[in-house]
Structure formats: structure tokens, C-alpha cells
Nanobody, 124 residues
Framework: QVQLVESGGGLVQAGGSLRLSCAAS????????MGWFRQAPGKEREFVSA????????YYADSVKGRFTISRDNAKNTVYLQMNSLKPEDTAVYYC?????????????????WGQGTQVTVSS
């Protein structure tokens, strides 16, 4: 069992930056692929970014490519999402997720464990 705890959300003006963190429990974190998803009110949960277990390969939704950067520190059992040039449409609850199979997929069903989410609000 893996427990994930996100932090770093908040209120920021458009054009600003935030860095989300997701701390994981358990000794097998380094074997999991990790992903970030977000869900805005009235919308489905959508893929934002993912990273393979080694951190070598990263993936991004087109809507965040060039603005967001995912990274991980396996020694600290933590994955990060650096978000720059934030836009009002980035407003959502952001969730981190872990995949036991190590697949850095883009679908929520490919992930086995989820955090509780952290709110990101971008004002115009």
C-alpha cells in the first residue's frame, strides 16, 4: 500500500508559478511510475503529466507542455510538478497518482494509488 500526500497548492495570479509536491510512503516508490492529474468543477479528471520510475521519461498534456515540469526524487520519495506561466484555465484540484506497473500512462485507470488532492486557483 502506498499513501500519497500532495502539497503546494494555493492562489496565484495569472502568469505566476507554483510548485506542487507529492510525498509517498512505502519502500517501493522508486519502482512506481507517477502522474499528475487535475479536475476542475463540473469536468472530468484529466491527465497533466507523468514520469517513469527512473525519471528518465516524462510526458505532458498539450495544454501544459512548455509551462509545467515534472520531476522526482526517489531518495526523498517525492514527485514534483513545477507550474509556470499559470493561466486561469489551470484552476483545478491537482492529484498525484502512482502506478504499480510502472507505466506512465495518461488515463486515470492506469494508476493504483491516489492522493487527496490540492487546490490550485489562478486568478485573472
Amino acid at each position: 500500500q502506498v499513501q500519497l500526500v500532495e502539497s503546494g497548492g494555493g492562489l496565484v495570479q495569472a502568469g505566476g508559478s507554483l510548485r506542487l509536491s507529492c510525498a509517498a510512503s512505502g519502500r517501493t516508490f522508486s519502482s512506481y511510475a507517477m502522474g499528475w492529474f487535475r479536475q476542475a468543477p463540473g469536468k472530468e479528471r484529466e491527465f497533466v503529466s507523468a514520469v517513469t520510475w527512473s525519471g528518465r521519461y516524462t510526458y505532458y498534456a498539450d495544454s501544459v507542455k512548455g509551462r509545467f515540469t515534472i520531476s522526482r526524487d526517489n531518495a526523498k520519495n517525492t514527485v514534483y510538478l513545477q507550474m509556470n506561466s499559470l493561466k486561469p484555465e489551470d484552476t483545478a484540484v491537482y492529484y498525484c497518482a502512482a502506478s504499480k506497473r510502472g507505466v506512465a500512462g495518461t488515463m486515470p485507470g492506469e494508476y493504483d494509488y491516489w492522493g487527496q488532492g490540492t487546490q490550485v486557483t489562478v486568478s485573472s
